[in-house]
């Protein structure tokens, strides 16, 4: 079982920065392929990034590449995601899930934390 807790979420002006946390409990998140997602309000969800298990390959979603950056703290059991040049459209709630099979479904989920881009 893997427990996920995702923080960092709030209110930020287009153009400004947030980092958003995901941290875990119950296996290293070193190990575990996690990924974050966003579900905007009347949109279905939607894949922004993610991060595999050692060592550790990124990819991002065309949307957000360049603007978005994940990274892991091991030793926090922690993953993060850095968000700049934030735009309107990046308005969502926003989830960490974890991929125990690291190809396989993303089998545990975070409650996720509202981000709200303004003008």
């Known amino acids: 079982q893997v427990q996920l807790v995702e923080s960092g979420g709030g209110l930020v002006q287009a153009g400004g920065s947030l980092r958003l946390s995901c941290l875990a409990s119950g296996r290293p998140l070193r190990l575990l392929r996690v990924g974050w997602f966003r579900q905007a309000p009347a949109k279905e969800r939607e894949f922004v990034g993610s991060?595999?298990?050692?060592?550790?390959?990124?990819n991002y979603a065309d949307s957000v590449k360049g603007r978005f950056t994940i990274s892991r703290d091991g030793a926090k059991n922690t993953v993060y995601l850095q968000m700049s040049n934030l735009k309107l459209e990046d308005t969502a709630v926003y989830y960490c899930?974890?991929?125990?099979?690291?190809?396989?479904?993303?089998?545990?989920w975070g409650q996720g934390t509202q981000v709200t881009v303004s003008s």
């Open positions: 899930a974890a991929d125990p099979q690291n190809n396989g479904p993303y089998d545990y």
């Open positions: 991060i595999r298990e050692l060592p550790g390959f990124t």
